[in-house]
């Protein structure tokens, strides 16, 4: 047992890689927040009335809110006063190559493996990056619109699809619906927007990735995507932030809206920086995440990798409003040394013969903790609703803690709901077995530890798919307790 | 309207202190009405009473441990039961010694007045965080409890009965049921508690049963509900485990109007077992609602848990059933399963089985499931001509079974089979 708590400890102690900051002029506001600051941020946005407005409402609300103590996540009183609310890289107005982009900004991408340039149009992903608070670029752009796909920043969408976001923008997720959504809703700075019309069928993964740059600032950016009758987009976001002291906030809102027989599938591989060793530092990710299946036959999934950040509360759900509709939520959520962990997922049935499933793998090691909160309901009228929710948890030392918080209310006598639930260690004979075969008791934990992710893992697209497996390895391979 | 009942109690509290009686249990009774008094009855704010809403049992005004003018006649009724045991009468939340049989061998049942003190004062409410106000202010008000003492090594073969008897006949009451169990080093016994009122008012009881085992102690609890639509029944157990010791819970809900039923059990030493079975057959409007905690603070424990409803009329069901494994209790073993069944389009069921597990080496597991009756095994026995409504009934009672099955003792199993079966009818 000693040998493998050494090397626990080795990969406890191992680096965060992304950590780099990127030396680049911002443009950013001073700390503090106040009806000023919406009024400069949207200002800046060159933002239409109705928007700012509407931030402004949001942000009255806001005011009136608490912070919600519920989560099973323990940390400082933020001071939302030091933060800083807007920061943007100083740039051109307009881009109109990629050759423009500040080669700091290409650089940084570059090292995060996310190549901005149309060389990348073999792997067919079309990426849209955010640095700090706005989107930098958006890759593909033509050949998506030559398919009527609207694939934009946020803040060219206000501009120049305002019917379209004003249409939908807090529709699934209201700006009332919690302290952080109201928080976003009123100083979101950009984001991306998507649009698939109808029948068309997104010939490319559509991605963005977000990087938090610069010292103290929040990010809070909103992400809105529809897909229109009979389509489909399988999209992807990607996350990460400089290794800094300091405790830094994302508080991000992302809202899908499927319509009759669309299908959305949202996966995201979260690898905000977690802190160091000794829990200092971090970033606290506060994300509201909803679709609305608000046609019959749409379907919503979500898929999810939690490796970063100091402090996670996160629920990505789904409104089964449509008959048949069906949502699915696959999530790996790892936590080490003080990460903690507050996710899970809702399922609200509303329609007829709706289905959901849920599959949840939680890994807690050091002195982390990783707690599953899930709701699943079925609403009076949700005639033959079926769920089936499974959530494991896996155990590496005695100093973490895994928590499971399902909630189940049942109204149909017709509809079907099972969950279970199981919680334990890398079992010593699953290891033994592996020794036995001549693999060392390292490579044996990452061999199980993917094992039991594998069932997650396999929703993903190929290249995030590697990634996770990479980024899981990194985190835990060898732990046993 | 819900601050009336809270105050009144609390002014209740203050004119008992005068009474001679008070000075029994008295630092930890203010405790407890202090602890009350900050808290406040639960509403739905609370996590832990999120469905249930005791607001309606509230606003109502009670007669606060009023005389009850039952008969002999009342009384033989009230207390009938097919079974050889011991019968331990409460009535509207006072022991009474005259009407119960105390003379048992082994054990020794007394008013905590006239009883061991030391051994009501180093066990009643010891150390109980008040985190549900129910729990305080029956413990406020516990003068007029009894204890269960078995003495060591002693197998008490007769089942031990409590009854919680109201008298609702002419006003609604409150009643406070207090009982503090000891069971010695290495002796068993079995208790039993059934609630059951007369008249048509409401009665509206707060219980509370502290039990204590001792190294090697077998304890086997069975609360059986099943009272006049109008009474309201909360619930509250606390089993401690010392070293060794096993418990054996079984809480079977069937007629009644608003339970609640808190069940927390400490395993707190190594080597101890806790079963905890319930089953609730609900119709109506009634609502019941089963938590359970069981802390698994010391390794080498075993938690074994099953609870199942079925659903009838506009009921509701909730289940919230807590494992807490903390850092300590390597190699606990905890399993834990709610089933239930929905048999009409009104009823509905919440339930949240939880894990909080802060050990690595366990092997914990929970399940829950949420449906109708299979349609497979009604065709299968439609085909063979059997009517739909009886099929119904011969499932219903296949579900229930897998609960009764694990009541250990003869003839209560088959009293409650049969109300059960009456039940069904």
């Not at chain 1, 949001?58 to 800083?84: H, S």
């Not at chain 2, 609900?282 to 074994?304: F, I, R, W």
């Not at chain 2, 199942?308 to 069901?317: E, F, H, V, Y």
Request: proline share 3%.
């Amino acid at each position: 047992m000693s040998d493998s708590n050494k090397i626990l400890e080795e990969i406890t102690s191992s680096e965060y890689k992304w950590g780099f900051v990127t030396d680049i002029d911002n443009d950013s506001l001073p700390k503090g927040l106040n009806e000023d600051t919406v009024r400069y941020i949207s200002a800046k946005k060159n933002e239409p009335e109705w928007l700012l407005e509407w931030r402004l409402d949001a942000f009255r609300k806001w005011l009136k809110m608490e912070e919600p103590i519920w989560p099973n996540v323990t940390y400082p009183k933020i001071d939302f006063q030091d933060i800083i609310y807007y920061s943007a890289p100083k740039q051109k107005v307009t881009l109109n190559s990629l050759d423009e982009i500040d080669p700091e900004l290409r650089a940084t991408f570059e090292k995060l493996g996310i190549s901005l340039d149309e060389q990348k149009r073999m792997t067919g992903v079309a990426v849209d990056a955010v640095i700090d608070s706005v989107s930098i670029t958006t890759t593909f752009k033509v050949k998506l619109s030559e398919l009527g796909i609207i694939f934009c920043s946020m803040s060219e969408a206000v501009q120049e699809h305002p019917e379209l976001v004003r249409k939908y923008l807090g529709s699934v997720v209201p700006v009332t619906d919690n302290y952080y959504a109201a928080l976003n809703s009123a100083v979101f700075s950009d984001g991306s927007f998507c649009y698939i019309p109808k029948g068309v069928r997104s010939p490319m993964e559509l991605s963005t990735y977000f990087r938090i740059n610069a010292a103290n600032t929040g990010q809070f950016e909103r992400t809105l995507l529809i897909a229109d009758e009979s389509s489909y987009v399988s999209y992807l976001e990607g996350c990460t932030a400089p290794v800094r002291d300091e405790n830094q906030l994302h508080a991000a809102v992302v809202e899908l809206v499927a319509m009759e027989k669309a299908e959305i599938k949202y996966s995201t591989v979260q690898n905000w920086y977690p802190g160091d060793k000794n829990g200092k530092g971090g970033i606290y990710n506060f994300v509201t995440k909803r679709g609305i299946c608000a046609g019959d036959y749409a379907k919503i999934s979500w898929t999810q990798v939690e490796t970063g950040s100091a402090v996670t509360w996160k629920y990505p759900s789904c409104i089964l409003k449509g008959d048949h509709s069906i949502g699915e939520f696959y999530s790996v959520a790892v936590t080490n040394n003080y990460q903690q962990a507050d996710t899970g997922t809702k399922m609200i049935h509303i329609g007829k013969n709706t289905k959901s499933r849920i599959v949840s793998k939680g890994i807690s090691a050091g002195h982390s903790h990783n707690s599953y909160r899930g709701l699943v309901k079925v609403m009076k009228r949700a005639e033959g609703a079926r769920n089936y929710s499974q959530c494991d948890s896996l155990l590496m030392g005695d100093q973490c803690g895994a928590h499971t918080f399902p909630y189940i209310e049942v109204e149909n006598n017709t509809s079907t709901v099972e969950h279970e639930a199981t919680t334990s260690k890398i079992g010593e004979d699953q290891i033994f077995y592996c020794n036995q075969r001549g693999i060392a008791t390292e490579k044996a934990v990452a061999l199980i530890v993917n094992g039991y992710c594998k069932e997650v893992l396999n929703q993903l697209p190929m290249e995030f798919a590697v990634e996770a497996q990479k980024l899981l390895a990194i985190s835990l391979e060898g732990s046993v307790g | 309207m819900t601050t009336e009942l809270k105050e009144s109690l609390i002014q209740h509290f203050n004119t008992l202190e005068k009474t001679p009686s008070s000075a029994l249990l008295v630092d930890t009774r203010k405790e407890a009405i202090s602890a009350f008094q900050e808290l406040g009855f639960p509403t739905t704010k609370h996590e832990e009473w999120k469905y249930t809403n005791l607001k309606n049992t509230i606003a109502k005004t009670y007669a606060i441990e009023s005389a009850a003018t039952f008969s002999a006649e009342d009384i033989k009724t009230l207390t009938a039961l097919p079974i050889d045991c011991y019968k331990v009468i409460f009535v509207n939340g006072i022991f009474s010694p005259s009407l119960s049989t105390i003379d048992a061998a082994g054990v020794t049942i007394e008013p905590f007045q006239t009883s061991n003190q030391e051994v009501v004062k180093n066990y009643f409410a010891k150390n109980l965080p008040y985190n549900d106000s129910m729990v305080a202010l029956n413990v406020a008000f516990a003068t007029a409890g009894t204890l269960i003492h078995v003495k060591a090594k002693q197998h008490v073969a007769k089942p031990i009965v409590c009854f919680y008897l109201s008298d609702v006949r002419s006003a609604n009451v409150f009643a406070q049921p207090s009982v503090l169990v000891v069971v010695e080093e290495a002796a068993s016994a079995t208790v039993v508690e059934l609630n059951r009122s007369l008249g048509s008012n409401t009665a509206f009881t707060n219980a509370f049963t502290h039990a204590i085992l001792k190294k090697e102690a077998y304890l086997e609890q069975y609360k059986i509900q099943n009272d006049i639509d109008n009474s309201n029944f909360v619930h509250n157990s606390q089993i401690v485990h010392e070293g060794k010791s096993n418990s054996y819970t079984t809480t079977i809900t069937l007629n009644g109007g608003l339970v609640r039923n808190n069940l927390n059990i400490t395993l707190g030493a190594e080597h101890c077992e806790a079963y905890l079975n319930g089953l609730y057959l609900e119709k109506g409007a009634q609502h019941v609602d089963n938590h359970t905690l069981v802390d698994h603070a010391m390794p080498n424990c075993y938690s074994n848990e099953l609870y199942k409803g079925i659903l009838d009329g506009k009921s509701t069901g909730v289940f919230n059933g807590k494992i807490w494994v903390r850092k300590d209790a390597q190699k606990t073993n905890a399993f834990q399963s709610n089933k239930n069944i929905l048999l009409s389009k009104e009823a509905s069921v919440h339930t949240k089985p939880q894990l909080e597990i802060f050990a690595d080496d366990v092997k914990c597991s929970h399940g829950a499931t949420t449906g109708q009756l299979d349609p497979e095994a009604m065709f299968y026995l439609r085909a063979r001509g059997v009517g739909e409504d009886k099929a119904k009934k011969m499932l219903v009672h296949a579900i229930a079974f897998d609960v009764l099955d694990k009541v250990k003792h003869d003839e209560l199993r088959a009293y409650l089979e049969q109300e059960i079966e009456e039940r069904l009818k």
